[in-house]
């Protein structure tokens, strides 16, 4: 069975800087997929930047960008420029690769960020 | 936004009754899953759906059923609810473009008293 570990339970951080959040998984799983969610005291839960794990390429978005070493069975996500809406719950989720369906979505407990102004 | 909506989005009921939740999405997505948010477990999937009158169990499918008897609806029922069972109930979708990512509805928390 697949294991999501966010060992980080809060962070903060300044309006502006820089901040990385950590995730390690467990799997046996060569195809896969990596995820971060971010949920905002709204409840949303919105994603926010996915990898493929056959892709070598680090994932970016915006602000938002992971460091994926696979080897290592790492996955960071690094939020620059930091905005107080950043302030959320964020989740590191892994899936295995399913072909031609879809497979359930396995969650770490999340890491609480705080942007201060 | 992938056009999902849950209801009711806050229940409060009592041990021993039954409570069905809606997740009901416009664009036609294949994928349907219920998940259960609780402190300290991230989300854990509860059932899920490929298809009208096609779903299988999560890893905590125990005390719920689902049903889905047309595309845009997924019903949750909890058939005798447990204090257990207080919890933020979330709805996604996959689409068929990109079946490995889901998305999601904005929750529903229900409270067993």
């Known amino acids: 069975a697949q294991t999501v570990t966010q060992s980080q339970p809060e962070m903060s951080v300044q309006e502006a800087e820089t901040v990385t959040l950590s995730c390690t998984y467990d799997?046996?799983?060569?195809?896969?997929?990596l995820f971060w969610y971010k949920q905002p005291p709204s409840r949303q839960m919105i994603l926010v930047i996915r990898?493929?794990?056959?892709?070598?390429q680090n994932a970016t978005e915006n602000r938002f960008s992971v460091n994926f070493q696979k080897a290592a069975k790492s996955f960071s996500l690094k939020i620059s420029d930091s905005q107080l809406g950043d302030t959320a719950m964020y989740f590191c989720?892994?899936?295995?690769?399913?072909?031609?369906?879809?497979?359930?979505?396995?969650f770490g407990k999340g890491t609480k960020l705080t942007v201060n102004p | 936004d992938a056009g999902i909506t849950q209801s009711p989005r806050h229940k409060v009921t009592e041990t021993g009754t039954p409570v069905t939740l809606r997740c009901h999405q416009t664009?036609?997505?294949?994928?349907m899953y219920w998940y259960r948010q609780d402190p300290g477990h991230g989300l854990r999937l509860i059932h899920y759906?490929?298809?009208?009158?096609?779903?299988d169990k999560g890893e905590v499918s125990d005390g719920y059923s689902v049903s889905r008897s047309k595309t845009e609806d997924f019903l949750l029922t909890l058939e005798s609810a447990t204090s257990s069972q207080t919890s933020v109930y979330f709805c996604?979708?996959?689409?068929?473009?990109?079946?490995?990512?889901?998305?999601f509805g904005p929750g529903t928390r229900l409270t067993v008293l």
């Open positions: 990898q493929e794990a056959y892709k070598q």
């Open positions: 989720a892994f899936m295995k690769h399913a072909q031609g369906g879809s497979e359930k979505l396995v």
């Open positions: 664009e036609n997505h294949r994928y």
């Open positions: 799997t046996s799983e060569n195809n896969y997929y």
């Open positions: 759906s490929y298809g009208v009158k096609d779903t």
């Open positions: 996604a979708i996959s689409e068929v473009l990109m079946p490995n990512t889901q998305y």
